[in-house]
């Protein structure tokens, strides 16, 4: 069975400094990554995600993650942020089988700070 | 414009009542899905179906049913059988062939 861990479930950031937030997964076949992010009280929004090819992905407003096989991560990067990225993100991951069921992580709750 | 509602965006319960979250799509995706989000806790998979007429239950199902009688819609009951019911229910959709999802935005449900 898939699982994703994220490893952090607040970081708070300055403006305009870079963030990184940690996602491992387990799972035993070949998988499709995403990072969704969620505003206050509204659905979720999808950032970017991995299906295959260059391991490392680019997404919405400026944010990149980078799929390692090897080490089953996809930390989710942004060199700068701005107050409109506090929010929620989550991490997830789906083995392309048994209806393409997304599993999620627990979230990590961004708070950027001026 | 195409996309996911749900309604209501905000529904209160009381403890023993029967009530159902509504979600309706103009996507024409053949897959849907409830999730159910409690804070800390990510999105928990409650019911999912892929074509009209079949639903799987998913990771969660107790205490909840669902109906898939036509493509556009996708209603949840909660159930007097589940015992804690307070949570955020989110509604998505996913195409044929495409890995990801697409979510409606929400109904927040709350027993008094």
């Known amino acids: 069975a898939q699982s994703v861990t994220q490893l952090d479930s607040q970081v708070p950031v300055f403006e305009e400094a870079p963030v990184e937030l940690r996602c491992n997964y387990s799972s035993s076949v070949s998988v499709y990554l995403f990072w969704y992010v969620q505003y206050p009280n509204q659905g979720l929004q999808l950032l970017l995600k991995y299906l295959s090819g260059s391991t490392l992905v680019k997404g919405i407003n400026g944010f990149e993650a980078e799929f390692n096989k090897s080490q089953t991560s996809f930390h989710l990067r942004k060199p700068s942020v701005h107050i409109s990225d506090t929010a929620e993100y989550f991490c997830a991951v789906s083995e392309g089988t048994a209806g393409n069921k997304l599993t999620f992580g627990g979230g990590t709750r961004v708070l950027v700070k001026p | 414009d195409g996309g996911i509602t749900q309604s209501p965006k905000y529904l209160f319960r009381k403890e023993g009542q029967n009530v159902t979250l509504s979600c309706e799509q103009n996507l024409n995706h053949d897959a849907m899905y409830w999730y159910r989000q409690d804070p800390g806790q990510g999105l928990r998979l409650i019911y999912y179906?892929?074509?009209?007429?079949?639903?799987q239950k998913g990771d969660i199902a107790e205490g909840y049913s669902v109906s898939r009688e036509k493509k556009e819609s996708f209603p949840l009951t909660v159930t007097s059988a589940q015992k804690n019911p307070t949570a955020f229910y989110l509604c998505?959709?996913?195409?044929?062939?495409?890995?990801?999802?697409?979510f409606g935005s929400g109904t927040r449900l709350t027993v008094v």
């Open positions: 179906s892929q074509i009209v007429n079949d639903f």
């Open positions: 998505a959709t996913r195409d044929v062939g495409a890995s990801g999802y697409t």
